[in-house]
């Protein structure tokens, strides 16, 4: 008869999340979360059946968090920007798991138009965000949204590896600013006419 088990998934994954958010991922250790639940390491083999299996689902546990972000930003009135605004913060305040999702080698790296709709799995309706209500073209949705997360990741990087500080005001601006300058572009490459009026796409 099996061990019975001493920590439930729930607490150990809890812990280790705890861990990532502290030490990053080489914190997250059989020993060092023997020490966070006050034990030794062996209690957690009877849940899990190696630390492979701890790292995927602390990924998984951290990509869900994200995916509330995401969640959060598209239900703003101007979802696209929301979502910008939710990249940028979720790298203010979790830094540590951003970094485990959007700032590690890649095994395989591609151009951005191969690899963004990978990293994002909300892809398709943040795609979706920027064509509809801006009236573009897949294909200039896809150049806007290219090129706005570029900037976007850019900021949230800086933030995520404490290089640089950015007010969640300033990041807006800044990334309005951008926003306005593309989609005015992209609008009169073409033929469509430039929104007279920047202030419906920014507000």
């Known amino acids: 008869m099996p061990p019975r088990a001493k920590f439930t998934r729930e607490e150990i994954l809890e812990a280790a999340l705890s861990l990532l958010r ?119 949705a896809k150049r806007l949204y290219r090129h706005l997360w570029v900037y976007t990741h850019g900021i949230a990087v800086l933030c995520a590896a404490k290089a640089a500080a950015f007010t969640e005001q300033e990041a807006e601006e800044m990334m309005t600013e951008v926003f306005v300058s593309l989609l005015s572009r992209i609008k009169a490459s073409s033929g469509d006419k430039p929104a007279e009026n920047k202030g419906e796409m920014s507000q």
Do not use: W
């Not at 540590?96 to 994002?120: C, G, S």
């Open 22 to 140: 502290e030490k990053g991922p080489e914190g997250v250790t059989a020993r060092e979360l023997g020490v966070r639940l006050h034990s030794s390491a062996r209690p957690i083999f009877t849940v899990f059946e190696s630390m492979e299996e701890v790292h995927r689902e602390v990924r998984r546990a951290a990509k869900d968090l994200y995916r509330q972000y995401v969640k959060e930003g598209l239900s703003k009135p101007l979802a696209f920007r929301g979502v910008g605004m939710a990249y940028v913060r979720f790298a203010n305040r979790e830094p540590r798991l951003f970094q485990l999702l959007f700032m590690t080698e890649q095994e395989k790296p591609e151009n951005v138009d191969h690899t963004l709709p990978i990293i994002e799995e909300s892809y398709g309706e943040i795609l979706c965000s920027v064509q509809e209500p801006y009236g573009l073209s897949p294909e200039d």
